[in-house]
C-alpha cells in the first residue's frame, strides 16, 4: 500500500499496543497474538487485499476510482491504531462495491 500512504501496512505500522495491560485472564499463548493484535492484523490483511482488488479493478472500471477515497479514510484509522473503526470503514467500503454504487463486478469479501 506504499502508493496511499507513508510507507508499507504491516502488523506492527501504526500505533501499536492495546488499552490495557493484559492480566492473568487475557494474556495470550507465548507468541499469539492477543486480540487487538489479531484486529490489527485482520485490518492490515484486509486492506491489502482491497488495495490489490483496487489495483486490478480500476483500470478495466474506473468508475471504481470513486471509493478511494474511503480506502485512504480507513488506512489512517489503521495507522491510528483505530482498529475498531478500520474494520467499520472497511466494511463500508465494501458495502457500497457489492451494492453497485461504484462497480460492476462484486468483490471478494476478505474478512468474514
Not at 21 to 37: E, I, Q, V
Amino acid at each position: 500500500m506504499d502508493s496511499i500512504g507513508e510507507g508499507p501496512l504491516r502488523p506492527g505500522a501504526g500505533s501499536g499496543g492495546t488499552d490495557a495491560a493484559p492480566g492473568p485472564a487475557t494474556t495470550p499463548d507465548p507468541g499469539s497474538p492477543g486480540p487487538s493484535g489479531l484486529l490489527q492484523v485482520h485490518c492490515a490483511m484486509s486492506l491489502q487485499q482491497l488495495y490489490a482488488w483496487l489495483q486490478a479493478t480500476v483500470p478495466q472500471a474506473p468508475q471504481v476510482a470513486g471509493v478511494v477515497p474511503l480506502v485512504v479514510r480507513a488506512v489512517q484509522l489503521y495507522r491510528a491504531g483505530q482498529h475498531e473503526a478500520c474494520v467499520a470503514q472497511i466494511q463500508s467500503v465494501l458495502d457500497s462495491i457489492n451494492a453497485g454504487h461504484w462497480s460492476a463486478a462484486p468483490v471478494t469479501r476478505p474478512f468474514a
